[in-house]
């Protein structure tokens, strides 16, 4: 049997006919079939009880004489049980006492044998309704106790304040939440008026809201009035003048319509939910939509508020304003020698600082990475921007401590004045923008005005990254190489890979005037990825016309390094040119390995352990340590150019290239310097003991063809001696 099948005949009244004779037990189940009954009989008192201890029934058709025991006895039997089943006796016996007994124990009808059958259905069934009346009160009986309890504990439990006020505004109920958030029980506010509550400078608007007579839509809708709370509730009862926001709905309460159309008002209706905190959270939400996080300064949508803001009133007044677009040199270096979280102090440092030179009025933002701009509204004229820019890049001139280093930046200032450079805010920063950009080409650490010259320079910048793109396809790029030379013998022992763009229109690009540019804009890394094999396939051709193996260096940037394949795509392009390894050698700046020492340390091995060598470029200029020489496999240390070009005299004094000289040799490690341009400088690092040399006294870079060339004639030329 299915389940919908059960539940329906749960539905059916089921019956018990008990008789011990089997003609009128059969006639009476004839008689009460027809109906919608569930029937089941019994001939004696034993067969009815085991059938009432088995199944519940509704309704007993009950004849009193039965052969074991009396029907009195079955209905004892009943009642003793608790057994939920309505009685109907059907007797032949007249006498009076067996009625008065059946009556006693509860039956619901009695009738005597023979009874009419009109009569005996009419019963079971006024029987039957009486039952489902009784079943239908208890159960209404039940929703109303339990709708009552969970009404208590809905509105004793409920986040909200619930109130009901009287007429003249006094309180006639208040649930327990009024004691949590305002300190009082509710027996101590029933009967006083609203206004002990509100806060006097919000009584007016309060009257709208505990007088509301108006129901439905045009009831008071999230009404907010300050409340005042006490902290201590064994105190005097007096509100202390601390207050919280709360936000009121109410209604009107009116009589039962008793059909005349009237309805008497008798008081109003309130909820009242405490929005203190949520309003502080909107406050913050709101706060941090248009500040910094890192330097709570105004961000880009703030200022552009106050921007468009400015441009009307300077419109009206007929006045000046100036936008600064200030970008801090250099600290990239900082954030990937020290660490992220060293260059959000040094961003906060720098915030501190540019506050300290605002006018009243003025608006510093933080634009996102190390960009701020600048609001100077009211400008009597240019110079007035010009000095705030002067002092600017002075106060950020000076060094910033960083814990236990000390940190050199500066920055370079755009500056675009409205009208004469823009009279819209995307036109202002964009050309503050464009005007910063031209003080970071002139050597940065500075400002400049925009002008309208610089904007062709802009379009260059956007041409630039085009073309560049189309020179890889294009194959305009070339490797270059700078020969190492053997100072002691003359001979080329080596060469540095630089690469060049062979430009169509302005020629032969070095790498420092484009390379940059690459690793702003994502191009580094293909450009990393093509350089592999021209460097591979030239190599194996220098293999073919001298029989001394050279070394080639070449230059690693940061990011493909970061990027982790770069041994694997290394390790293929030399086995398909059959190039060995030992040939190789990788030069890295020293910045590289602060930035993520352990990462650098892993990927560095992994070149190692294919037999090429790891030099480090620029040592000296930038933050390491002398304990990173110990722990990265360093087989090389370059001396900067910048250090190179101090020696001026051969029996000068150069303590940081005799330095570097010195830590080479006490670590084992090889030594090439580079940016060699005179004599003096040769001769100099010779007899400091540094004779591996590069640079213009020797040879410029050389295209493949004309290195090729050199090879060749040094070839020929040791092979005289």
Same mark, same amino acid.
């Given at each position: 049997m299915d389940p919908v099948t059960r539940l329906e005949q749960a539905k059916i009244p089921r019956l018990l006919l008990v008789d011990d004779e089997p003609r009128l037990l059969s006639s009476l189940h004839e008689l009460l079939r027809t109906g919608e009954y569930q029937l089941v009989t019994a001939t004696n008192g034993a067969e009815a009880m085991e059938q009432l201890s088995k199944l519940h029934f509704d309704l007993v058709l009950l004849d009193l004489r039965l052969p074991d025991v009396s029907g009195h006895d079955l209905m004892d039997f009943i009642i003793e049980r608790g057994i939920d089943a309505s009685v109907i006796v059907l007797s032949g016996d007249r006498g009076i006492d067996a009625a008065i007994g059946a009556l006693k124990r509860g039956a619901y009808g009695y009738l005597r044998k023979p009874y009419p059958h009109e009569e005996l259905l009419k019963t079971v069934e006024n029987a039957l309704q009486k039952r489902r009346l009784e079943a239908e009160n208890r159960d209404m009986a039940w929703r109303l106790e339990c709708s009552e309890k969970l009404y208590r504990y809905l509105v004793d439990?409920? @986040?909200?304040?619930?109130?009901?006020? &009287?007429? =003249?505004?006094?309180?006639?109920?208040?649930?327990?939440? %009024?004691?949590?958030? !305002?300190?009082?029980?509710?027996?101590?506010?029933?009967?006083?008026?609203?206004?002990? !509550?509100?806060? $006097? =400078?919000d009584l007016g608007r309060a009257r709208y809201v505990f007088n509301e007579r108006r129901i439905g839509a045009r009831a008071s809708r999230n009404i907010e009035l300050r409340l005042r709370y006490q902290n201590e509730?064994?105190?005097?009862? +007096?509100?202390? &003048?601390?207050?919280?926001?709360?936000?009121? &709905?109410?209604?009107?309460? *009116?009589?039962?319509?008793?059909? #005349?159309?009237?309805?008497?008002?008798?008081? /109003?209706?309130?909820?009242?939910? #405490?929005?203190?905190?949520?309003?502080?959270? $909107?406050?913050?939400?709101? *706060?941090?939509? *248009?500040?910094?996080?890192? /330097?709570?300064?105004p961000n880009r949508a703030l200022f552009r508020d106050r921007l468009n803001l400015a441009l009307i009133q300077s419109k009206r007044s007929k006045s000046e304003l100036a936008v600064m677009f200030v970008d801090l040199d250099r600290f990239k270096l900082v954030n990937d020698t020290l660490g992220h979280i060293k260059g959000d102090e040094l961003l906060q440092m720098v915030a501190s600082r540019l506050r300290e030179r605002l006018r009243e009025g003025d608006t510093l933002a933080r634009l996102g990475g190390d960009e701020f701009t600048l609001l100077l509204p009211d400008l009597r004229d240019k110079q007035d921007a010009a000095m705030i820019a002067d002092q600017i890049v002075q106060t950020l001139s000076q060094p910033f401590q960083l814990g236990a280093h000390k940190v050199h930046v500066s920055a370079s200032v755009g500056i675009a004045v409205c009208p004469g450079d823009g009279e819209t805010a995307d036109d202002l920063i964009r050309h503050a923008d464009i005007a910063m950009y031209k003080v970071k080409a002139l050597g940065k650490n500075g400002h400049s005005f925009y002008d309208s010259s610089m904007q062709d320079a802009s379009h260059q910048k956007i041409q630039l990254e085009q073309s560049l793109r189309k020179a890889l396809e294009l194959g305009e790029l +070339?490797? *270059?190489?700078? @020969?190492?030379?053997?100072?002691?013998?003359?001979?080329?022992?080596? %060469?540095?890979?630089?690469?060049?763009?062979?430009? @169509?229109?302005?020629?032969?690009? /070095? %790498?420092?005037?484009?390379?940059?540019? %690459? =690793? $702003?804009?994502g191009l580094i890394l293909p450009i990393s990825d093509w350089m592999l094999a021209p460097l591979c396939r030239d190599l194996n051709e220098w293999n073919t016309v001298t029989d001394q193996p050279l070394r080639l260096s070449l230059n690693l940037s940061p990011q493909y390094l970061d990027r982790g394949d770069f041994h694997k795509k290394l390790k293929a392009a030399l086995a398909v040119h059959e190039i060995s390894p030992s040939q190789v050698e990788v030069e890295i700046t020293e910045n590289l390995c602060i930035r993520n020492p352990q990462y650098a340390i892993e990927q560095l091995n992994k070149l190692c352990q294919l037999g090429i060598s790891v030099a480090i470029d620029d040592f000296g200029t930038g933050y390491s340590s002398l304990a990173y020489l110990h722990r990265f496999p360093v087989h090389t240390i370059k001396i900067d150019q910048s250090f190179v070009r101090e020696i001026q005299e051969a029996d000068g004094h150069y303590p940081v290239v005799l330095a570097i000289i010195s830590i080479a040799r006490g670590l084992g490690l090889h030594l090439i310097a580079e940016g060699v341009e005179t004599d003096t400088q040769a001769r100099y690092l010779e007899q400091a003991g540094c004779t591996t040399l590069q640079g213009f006294l020797f040879h410029e870079a050389l295209p493949q063809q004309k290195f090729i060339q050199l090879l060749r004639e040094n070839a020929s030329e040791f092979s005289l001696k």
């Amino acid at each position: 049997m299915d389940p919908v099948t059960r539940l329906e005949q749960a539905k059916i009244p089921r019956l018990l006919l008990v008789d011990d004779e089997p003609r009128l037990l059969s006639s009476l189940h004839e008689l009460l079939r027809t109906g919608e009954y569930q029937l089941v009989t019994a001939t004696n008192g034993a067969e009815a009880m085991e059938q009432l201890s088995k199944l519940h029934f509704d309704l007993v058709l009950l004849d009193l004489r039965l052969p074991d025991v009396s029907g009195h006895d079955l209905m004892d039997f009943i009642i003793e049980r608790g057994i939920d089943a309505s009685v109907i006796v059907l007797s032949g016996d007249r006498g009076i006492d067996a009625a008065i007994g059946a009556l006693k124990r509860g039956a619901y009808g009695y009738l005597r044998k023979p009874y009419p059958h009109e009569e005996l259905l009419k019963t079971v069934e006024n029987a039957l309704q009486k039952r489902r009346l009784e079943a239908e009160n208890r159960d209404m009986a039940w929703r109303l106790e339990c709708s009552e309890k969970l009404y208590r504990y809905l509105v004793d439990s409920s @986040p909200d304040i619930i109130y009901t006020l &009287n007429i =003249e505004g006094k309180f006639t109920f208040v649930n327990d939440r %009024a004691h949590q958030l !305002l300190g009082y029980k509710p027996d101590e506010l029933i009967g006083k008026h609203y206004s002990v !509550l509100v806060h $006097e =400078e919000d009584l007016g608007r309060a009257r709208y809201v505990f007088n509301e007579r108006r129901i439905g839509a045009r009831a008071s809708r999230n009404i907010e009035l300050r409340l005042r709370y006490q902290n201590e509730p064994d105190r005097d009862r +007096e509100f202390d &003048n601390t207050v919280m926001s709360i936000s009121f &709905n109410s209604v009107g309460m *009116y009589s039962v319509d008793q059909g #005349d159309g009237k309805r008497e008002f008798f008081g /109003t209706y309130g909820v009242a939910r #405490d929005i203190t905190e949520s309003k502080r959270a $909107e406050q913050l939400i709101s *706060y941090q939509a *248009y500040h910094d996080i890192l /330097t709570d300064l105004p961000n880009r949508a703030l200022f552009r508020d106050r921007l468009n803001l400015a441009l009307i009133q300077s419109k009206r007044s007929k006045s000046e304003l100036a936008v600064m677009f200030v970008d801090l040199d250099r600290f990239k270096l900082v954030n990937d020698t020290l660490g992220h979280i060293k260059g959000d102090e040094l961003l906060q440092m720098v915030a501190s600082r540019l506050r300290e030179r605002l006018r009243e009025g003025d608006t510093l933002a933080r634009l996102g990475g190390d960009e701020f701009t600048l609001l100077l509204p009211d400008l009597r004229d240019k110079q007035d921007a010009a000095m705030i820019a002067d002092q600017i890049v002075q106060t950020l001139s000076q060094p910033f401590q960083l814990g236990a280093h000390k940190v050199h930046v500066s920055a370079s200032v755009g500056i675009a004045v409205c009208p004469g450079d823009g009279e819209t805010a995307d036109d202002l920063i964009r050309h503050a923008d464009i005007a910063m950009y031209k003080v970071k080409a002139l050597g940065k650490n500075g400002h400049s005005f925009y002008d309208s010259s610089m904007q062709d320079a802009s379009h260059q910048k956007i041409q630039l990254e085009q073309s560049l793109r189309k020179a890889l396809e294009l194959g305009e790029l +070339e490797m *270059y190489y700078q @020969p190492q030379i053997d100072v002691n013998t003359g001979q080329v022992i080596g %060469a540095e890979g630089l690469i060049r763009w062979n430009h @169509p229109e302005r020629g032969v690009l /070095t %790498a420092g005037e484009f390379l940059p540019f %690459a =690793e $702003e804009n994502g191009l580094i890394l293909p450009i990393s990825d093509w350089m592999l094999a021209p460097l591979c396939r030239d190599l194996n051709e220098w293999n073919t016309v001298t029989d001394q193996p050279l070394r080639l260096s070449l230059n690693l940037s940061p990011q493909y390094l970061d990027r982790g394949d770069f041994h694997k795509k290394l390790k293929a392009a030399l086995a398909v040119h059959e190039i060995s390894p030992s040939q190789v050698e990788v030069e890295i700046t020293e910045n590289l390995c602060i930035r993520n020492p352990q990462y650098a340390i892993e990927q560095l091995n992994k070149l190692c352990q294919l037999g090429i060598s790891v030099a480090i470029d620029d040592f000296g200029t930038g933050y390491s340590s002398l304990a990173y020489l110990h722990r990265f496999p360093v087989h090389t240390i370059k001396i900067d150019q910048s250090f190179v070009r101090e020696i001026q005299e051969a029996d000068g004094h150069y303590p940081v290239v005799l330095a570097i000289i010195s830590i080479a040799r006490g670590l084992g490690l090889h030594l090439i310097a580079e940016g060699v341009e005179t004599d003096t400088q040769a001769r100099y690092l010779e007899q400091a003991g540094c004779t591996t040399l590069q640079g213009f006294l020797f040879h410029e870079a050389l295209p493949q063809q004309k290195f090729i060339q050199l090879l060749r004639e040094n070839a020929s030329e040791f092979s005289l001696k």
